[in-house]
Protein backbone atom coordinates (compact mmCIF):
# COMPACT_ATOMS: atom_id res chain seq x y z
CA UNK A 1 0.00 0.00 0.00
CA UNK A 2 1.45 3.59 -1.18
CA UNK A 3 1.67 6.29 1.13
CA UNK A 4 -1.03 8.69 1.37
CA UNK A 5 0.76 11.59 0.32
CA UNK A 6 2.25 9.65 -2.46
CA UNK A 7 -1.53 9.05 -3.53
CA UNK A 8 -2.79 12.34 -3.66
CA UNK A 9 0.43 13.31 -5.46
CA UNK A 10 -0.78 11.24 -8.13
CA UNK A 11 -4.08 13.23 -8.26
CA UNK A 12 -2.63 16.72 -8.38
CA UNK A 13 -0.30 15.85 -10.97
CA UNK A 14 -2.84 13.99 -13.04
CA UNK A 15 -4.87 17.53 -12.70
CA UNK A 16 -2.46 19.60 -14.33
CA UNK A 17 -1.85 20.04 -18.24
CA UNK A 18 1.90 19.00 -18.21
CA UNK A 19 1.38 15.30 -17.23
CA UNK A 20 -0.12 12.77 -19.38
CA UNK A 21 0.49 9.80 -17.23
CA UNK A 22 2.04 8.59 -13.11
CA UNK A 23 2.67 5.23 -12.10
CA UNK A 24 3.52 4.08 -8.99
CA UNK A 25 6.37 1.76 -8.20
CA UNK A 26 7.89 0.10 -5.10
CA UNK A 27 10.02 2.90 -3.71
CA UNK A 28 9.30 5.36 -6.82
CA UNK A 29 6.52 7.84 -8.38
CA UNK A 30 7.06 8.02 -12.38
CA UNK A 31 6.14 10.75 -14.24
CA UNK A 32 5.33 10.99 -18.13
CA UNK A 33 5.16 14.84 -19.24
CA UNK A 34 3.13 15.32 -22.45
CA UNK A 35 6.37 17.14 -23.37
CA UNK A 36 7.97 13.51 -23.80
CA UNK A 37 10.06 13.31 -21.02
CA UNK A 38 9.71 10.76 -18.55
CA UNK A 39 11.51 10.82 -14.74
CA UNK A 40 11.52 8.62 -11.60
CA UNK A 41 11.39 10.42 -7.95
CA UNK A 42 12.21 8.62 -5.42
CA UNK A 43 10.43 8.35 -1.99
CA UNK A 44 11.47 5.61 -0.23
CA UNK A 45 15.54 5.25 0.05
CA UNK A 46 17.15 7.24 -2.39
CA UNK A 47 18.89 7.48 -5.95
CA UNK A 48 22.46 6.36 -5.69
CA UNK A 49 23.64 9.57 -7.51
CA UNK A 50 20.80 12.52 -8.11
CA UNK A 51 19.86 13.21 -5.08
CA UNK A 52 17.33 16.10 -6.30
CA UNK A 53 15.36 13.37 -7.59
CA UNK A 54 14.57 12.60 -3.57
CA UNK A 55 11.56 13.46 -2.42
CA UNK A 56 9.52 13.28 0.91
CA UNK A 57 5.67 14.19 1.60
CA UNK A 58 7.21 17.80 2.07
CA UNK A 59 8.27 18.07 -1.70
CA UNK A 60 4.55 17.93 -3.15
CA UNK A 61 2.58 20.04 -4.84
CA UNK A 62 1.25 23.24 -2.32
CA UNK A 63 1.20 26.23 -4.38
CA UNK A 64 0.64 25.58 -8.13
CA UNK A 65 0.61 26.78 -10.55
CA UNK A 66 2.57 29.62 -9.52
CA UNK A 67 2.77 33.18 -11.02
CA UNK A 68 5.18 33.71 -14.10
CA UNK A 69 5.93 37.75 -14.31
CA UNK A 70 8.03 39.39 -16.72
CA UNK A 71 11.49 40.53 -17.01
CA UNK A 72 10.94 43.59 -19.11
CA UNK A 73 7.76 46.35 -18.99
CA UNK A 74 6.53 47.82 -22.02
CA UNK A 75 4.59 50.43 -23.66
CA UNK A 76 1.01 50.05 -23.31
CA UNK A 77 -0.36 51.75 -26.11
CA UNK A 78 1.99 49.46 -28.27
CA UNK A 79 0.42 46.17 -29.03
CA UNK A 80 3.55 44.85 -31.27
CA UNK A 81 6.08 46.38 -28.19
CA UNK A 82 3.66 44.36 -25.75
CA UNK A 83 3.47 41.18 -27.53
CA UNK A 84 7.29 40.95 -27.89
CA UNK A 85 8.47 41.83 -24.24
CA UNK A 86 5.51 39.03 -23.28
CA UNK A 87 8.33 36.58 -24.77
CA UNK A 88 10.51 37.12 -21.78
CA UNK A 89 9.21 35.58 -18.54
CA UNK A 90 10.41 36.05 -15.47
CA UNK A 91 10.32 34.21 -11.96
CA UNK A 92 12.39 35.60 -8.91
CA UNK A 93 14.86 33.62 -6.85
CA UNK A 94 12.74 33.97 -3.81
CA UNK A 95 9.69 32.29 -5.37
CA UNK A 96 11.91 29.27 -6.48
CA UNK A 97 13.56 28.61 -3.46
CA UNK A 98 10.07 28.18 -1.48
CA UNK A 99 8.66 26.35 -4.33
CA UNK A 100 9.27 22.47 -3.44
CA UNK A 101 11.26 20.02 -5.55
CA UNK A 102 7.91 19.06 -7.49
CA UNK A 103 6.89 22.49 -8.47
CA UNK A 104 10.68 23.49 -9.85
CA UNK A 105 10.20 20.13 -12.09
CA UNK A 106 6.59 21.55 -13.36
CA UNK A 107 8.19 24.78 -13.34
CA UNK A 108 11.16 23.71 -15.86
CA UNK A 109 8.64 21.90 -18.27
CA UNK A 110 6.10 24.96 -18.56
CA UNK A 111 9.18 27.08 -19.56
CA UNK A 112 10.57 24.65 -21.72
CA UNK A 113 7.27 25.25 -23.43
CA UNK A 114 7.43 28.31 -23.38
CA UNK A 115 10.81 28.78 -25.35
CA UNK A 116 10.41 26.28 -27.88
CA UNK A 117 6.55 27.90 -28.56
CA UNK A 118 8.56 30.96 -29.13
CA UNK A 119 11.58 30.03 -30.67
CA UNK A 120 14.94 32.19 -30.86
CA UNK A 121 14.70 34.77 -28.30
CA UNK A 122 17.33 38.06 -28.57
CA UNK A 123 18.43 39.34 -24.68
CA UNK A 124 16.89 42.25 -24.36
CA UNK A 125 19.50 44.63 -23.01
CA UNK A 126 17.63 48.66 -21.82
CA UNK A 127 19.84 51.40 -22.31
CA UNK A 128 20.76 51.98 -18.66
CA UNK A 129 22.30 48.31 -18.27
CA UNK A 130 24.53 49.61 -20.92
CA UNK A 131 25.29 52.71 -19.44
CA UNK A 132 25.73 50.79 -16.09
CA UNK A 133 27.91 48.22 -18.33
CA UNK A 134 30.18 51.05 -19.15
CA UNK A 135 30.62 52.75 -16.46
CA UNK A 136 31.74 49.59 -14.13
CA UNK A 137 34.65 49.40 -17.28
CA UNK A 138 35.74 53.34 -16.93
CA UNK A 139 35.73 53.62 -13.50
CA UNK A 140 37.55 50.30 -12.69
CA UNK A 141 40.89 50.52 -10.96
CA UNK A 142 44.13 49.24 -12.34
CA UNK A 143 44.42 47.09 -9.23
CA UNK A 144 41.41 45.04 -11.25
CA UNK A 145 44.17 43.54 -12.74
CA UNK A 146 47.12 42.17 -10.32
CA UNK A 147 49.83 39.41 -11.31
CA UNK A 148 47.85 37.74 -13.27
CA UNK A 149 44.67 38.35 -14.64
CA UNK A 150 41.64 35.94 -14.92
CA UNK A 151 39.49 35.82 -17.46
CA UNK A 152 35.29 35.98 -15.57
CA UNK A 153 36.94 35.94 -11.85
CA UNK A 154 35.25 39.01 -11.38
CA UNK A 155 30.94 39.22 -10.31
CA UNK A 156 30.33 41.09 -13.85
CA UNK A 157 30.53 39.47 -17.10
CA UNK A 158 32.25 42.86 -18.26
CA UNK A 159 30.99 44.13 -22.22
CA UNK A 160 27.92 41.78 -21.77
CA UNK A 161 25.09 44.57 -21.93
CA UNK A 162 27.35 46.90 -24.60
CA UNK A 163 27.76 43.63 -27.05
CA UNK A 164 24.30 41.97 -26.39
CA UNK A 165 22.69 45.71 -26.86
CA UNK A 166 24.69 45.70 -30.21
CA UNK A 167 25.11 42.73 -31.95
CA UNK A 168 22.99 39.78 -32.92
CA UNK A 169 25.03 36.84 -31.18
CA UNK A 170 22.63 33.98 -32.46
CA UNK A 171 25.07 32.59 -34.78
CA UNK A 172 28.14 33.26 -32.97
CA UNK A 173 29.81 30.40 -31.59
CA UNK A 174 32.98 28.91 -30.37
CA UNK A 175 32.52 25.79 -31.30
CA UNK A 176 30.64 24.95 -34.78
CA UNK A 177 28.38 22.87 -33.91
CA UNK A 178 27.54 24.91 -30.39
CA UNK A 179 25.69 28.36 -31.87
CA UNK A 180 23.04 30.22 -29.66
CA UNK A 181 20.39 29.55 -31.60
CA UNK A 182 20.48 25.86 -31.09
CA UNK A 183 20.19 26.02 -27.33
CA UNK A 184 16.33 27.31 -28.27
CA UNK A 185 15.45 24.75 -30.51
CA UNK A 186 17.10 21.60 -28.50
CA UNK A 187 14.37 20.20 -26.31
CA UNK A 188 17.02 18.28 -24.14
CA UNK A 189 19.50 21.18 -23.64
CA UNK A 190 16.15 24.01 -22.89
CA UNK A 191 15.86 21.28 -20.08
CA UNK A 192 18.76 20.80 -19.27
CA UNK A 193 19.95 24.32 -18.59
CA UNK A 194 16.73 24.93 -16.73
CA UNK A 195 17.03 22.23 -14.08
CA UNK A 196 20.74 24.50 -14.02
CA UNK A 197 18.92 27.59 -13.21
CA UNK A 198 16.77 26.09 -10.89
CA UNK A 199 19.67 24.64 -8.75
CA UNK A 200 21.82 28.03 -9.29
CA UNK A 201 21.26 31.52 -7.50
CA UNK A 202 19.72 33.23 -9.82
CA UNK A 203 16.02 34.54 -10.92
CA UNK A 204 14.90 32.61 -13.89
CA UNK A 205 14.59 34.67 -17.09
CA UNK A 206 15.94 34.80 -20.62
CA UNK A 207 18.93 37.04 -18.89
CA UNK A 208 19.97 34.10 -16.85
CA UNK A 209 19.46 31.65 -19.68
CA UNK A 210 22.26 33.07 -21.56
CA UNK A 211 24.13 33.34 -18.60
CA UNK A 212 23.94 29.93 -18.68
CA UNK A 213 24.34 29.25 -21.98
CA UNK A 214 27.87 31.03 -21.90
CA UNK A 215 29.04 29.32 -18.62
CA UNK A 216 28.03 25.72 -21.02
CA UNK A 217 29.91 27.14 -23.76
CA UNK A 218 27.37 28.33 -25.89
CA UNK A 219 27.08 31.29 -28.25
CA UNK A 220 29.99 33.91 -28.41
CA UNK A 221 32.95 34.41 -26.05
CA UNK A 222 34.92 37.72 -25.38
CA UNK A 223 37.47 39.23 -23.20
CA UNK A 224 36.86 41.64 -20.67
CA UNK A 225 37.39 45.12 -22.15
CA UNK A 226 38.99 46.26 -19.16
CA UNK A 227 42.23 44.02 -19.92
CA UNK A 228 42.54 45.94 -22.89
CA UNK A 229 42.00 49.59 -21.20
CA UNK A 230 44.53 48.57 -18.27
CA UNK A 231 47.13 47.12 -20.74
CA UNK A 232 46.85 49.98 -23.45
CA UNK A 233 47.00 52.64 -20.72
CA UNK A 234 49.91 51.52 -18.36
CA UNK A 235 51.99 50.01 -20.98
CA UNK A 236 51.89 52.55 -24.01
CA UNK A 237 51.36 56.21 -24.01
CA UNK A 238 48.04 56.70 -24.94
CA UNK A 239 45.89 60.48 -26.57
CA UNK A 240 43.11 60.90 -28.42
CA UNK A 241 45.53 60.62 -32.05
CA UNK A 242 46.81 57.32 -30.90
CA UNK A 243 45.45 54.87 -33.94
CA UNK A 244 45.21 51.04 -32.21
CA UNK A 245 44.99 48.33 -34.98
CA UNK A 246 42.99 45.45 -34.37
CA UNK A 247 43.52 42.01 -35.97
CA UNK A 248 41.38 40.31 -34.28
CA UNK A 249 38.18 42.08 -33.60
CA UNK A 250 35.59 39.39 -32.18
CA UNK A 251 33.03 41.00 -30.60
CA UNK A 252 33.86 44.52 -30.05
CA UNK A 253 35.83 44.42 -26.29
CA UNK A 254 38.52 46.27 -27.94
CA UNK A 255 36.70 48.40 -29.54
CA UNK A 256 34.95 49.56 -26.05
CA UNK A 257 38.70 49.88 -24.64
CA UNK A 258 39.46 52.00 -27.02
CA UNK A 259 36.17 53.99 -26.69
CA UNK A 260 36.96 54.05 -23.15
CA UNK A 261 40.59 55.90 -23.48
CA UNK A 262 39.53 58.09 -25.96
CA UNK A 263 41.75 57.02 -28.68
CA UNK A 264 41.29 56.27 -32.72
CA UNK A 265 40.50 52.49 -33.94
CA UNK A 266 41.54 50.57 -36.59
CA UNK A 267 39.49 47.16 -37.23
CA UNK A 268 41.39 45.13 -39.67
CA UNK A 269 38.72 42.82 -40.42
CA UNK A 270 35.70 43.25 -42.94
CA UNK A 271 33.11 43.07 -40.01
CA UNK A 272 32.33 46.21 -39.27
CA UNK A 273 31.48 47.08 -35.82
CA UNK A 274 27.75 48.31 -35.43
CA UNK A 275 27.39 52.05 -36.04
CA UNK A 276 25.54 52.31 -33.01
CA UNK A 277 27.89 50.64 -30.78
CA UNK A 278 30.04 53.07 -32.42
CA UNK A 279 27.95 56.38 -31.56
CA UNK A 280 27.37 55.26 -27.95
CA UNK A 281 30.74 54.45 -27.46
CA UNK A 282 31.58 57.88 -29.45
CA UNK A 283 34.28 56.05 -31.32
CA UNK A 284 36.85 57.34 -34.20
CA UNK A 285 36.82 54.85 -36.55
CA UNK A 286 40.06 54.76 -38.41
CA UNK A 287 39.93 53.20 -42.41
CA UNK A 288 43.04 49.82 -42.82
CA UNK A 289 45.43 51.25 -44.96
CA UNK A 290 46.85 53.63 -42.36
CA UNK A 291 49.41 53.98 -40.05
CA UNK A 292 48.59 52.72 -36.67
CA UNK A 293 50.77 53.53 -33.63
CA UNK A 294 49.49 50.15 -31.54
CA UNK A 295 48.66 46.70 -32.89
CA UNK A 296 47.05 44.10 -31.08
CA UNK A 297 47.21 40.39 -32.30
CA UNK A 298 45.61 37.95 -30.15
CA UNK A 299 43.67 35.41 -32.36
CA UNK A 300 40.49 35.18 -29.88
CA UNK A 301 43.35 33.45 -27.31
CA UNK A 302 43.70 30.55 -29.82
CA UNK A 303 47.30 29.01 -30.83
CA UNK A 304 49.01 30.16 -33.43
CA UNK A 305 52.65 31.21 -34.92
CA UNK A 306 53.99 34.04 -33.21
CA UNK A 307 56.40 35.02 -35.99
CA UNK A 308 53.26 35.60 -37.73
CA UNK A 309 52.26 39.02 -35.62
CA UNK A 310 56.17 39.96 -34.56
CA UNK A 311 56.59 40.14 -38.05
CA UNK A 312 54.37 43.49 -38.27
CA UNK A 313 56.79 45.64 -36.06
CA UNK A 314 58.25 46.26 -39.70
CA UNK A 315 55.18 48.44 -40.55
CA UNK A 316 53.82 49.43 -36.55
CA UNK A 317 55.53 50.87 -33.76
CA UNK A 318 54.18 49.42 -31.03
CA UNK A 319 52.89 45.48 -30.90
CA UNK A 320 50.93 43.97 -28.13
CA UNK A 321 50.07 40.06 -29.34
CA UNK A 322 48.99 36.68 -27.00
CA UNK A 323 51.05 33.48 -27.16
CA UNK A 324 50.19 30.61 -25.65
CA UNK A 325 52.57 29.72 -22.25
CA UNK A 326 54.05 26.62 -24.81
CA UNK A 327 54.86 29.14 -27.07
CA UNK A 328 56.75 31.83 -24.99
CA UNK A 329 60.05 30.75 -25.79
CA UNK A 330 59.39 30.69 -29.60
CA UNK A 331 58.56 34.36 -29.40
CA UNK A 332 61.30 35.00 -27.46
CA UNK A 333 63.87 33.75 -29.71
CA UNK A 334 62.09 35.57 -32.29
CA UNK A 335 62.69 39.07 -30.63
CA UNK A 336 62.96 39.95 -26.83
CA UNK A 337 59.82 41.60 -25.64
CA UNK A 338 60.58 45.06 -23.42
CA UNK A 339 57.07 43.43 -21.12
CA UNK A 340 55.33 39.98 -20.60
CA UNK A 341 52.21 39.99 -18.95
CA UNK A 342 50.46 36.90 -17.46
CA UNK A 343 47.07 35.97 -17.87
CA UNK A 344 44.70 32.90 -16.81
CA UNK A 345 42.95 32.35 -20.49
CA UNK A 346 40.05 29.75 -19.37
CA UNK A 347 38.61 29.33 -15.56
CA UNK A 348 40.18 25.60 -15.13
CA UNK A 349 44.35 26.51 -15.71
CA UNK A 350 45.78 27.13 -12.39
CA UNK A 351 48.11 30.60 -11.42
CA UNK A 352 51.18 28.44 -12.15
CA UNK A 353 50.10 27.99 -15.68
CA UNK A 354 49.38 31.39 -17.52
CA UNK A 355 49.54 32.61 -20.70
CA UNK A 356 51.44 35.58 -21.83
CA UNK A 357 51.00 38.97 -23.41
CA UNK A 358 53.89 40.72 -24.65
CA UNK A 359 54.64 44.05 -25.51
CA UNK A 360 56.63 45.37 -28.13
CA UNK A 361 57.25 49.11 -27.52
CA UNK A 362 59.23 51.76 -29.89
CA UNK A 363 63.29 52.09 -29.15
Not at 38 to 66: A, C, E, M
Amino acid sequence: MHPVWVRQLQTKLLDTDIVSRVRVYGNRIRIHYRDGFTRSYYYKGSHPTKKFLNITKDDTIKNWPIEIKYEHEWDPFDESNKLEMMKYFHVPRKTVDEMTIIERELLSHVLLEWILKNGYIRCHVRDDQVDADLERISTSQDTFVKKTFALRKSKYHHGRAVIEKYHETAFYDRDPERPLINAFSHKRLIFYIMQRLMLSKWDINISNYYRMLYRYRFGPTWTSPILYKVLLKQMFDIDENTVVADRHPNMGEKAISCGILGCKYMPLRKKPIPPEMVHKLGLQIVKPGKKSDILIWDNRFKDFDPEIAIEWLKITENLLVFVKRDRLKQARKIRQPDRIFKIRTSIGAGPDRPDYFLIYRKS
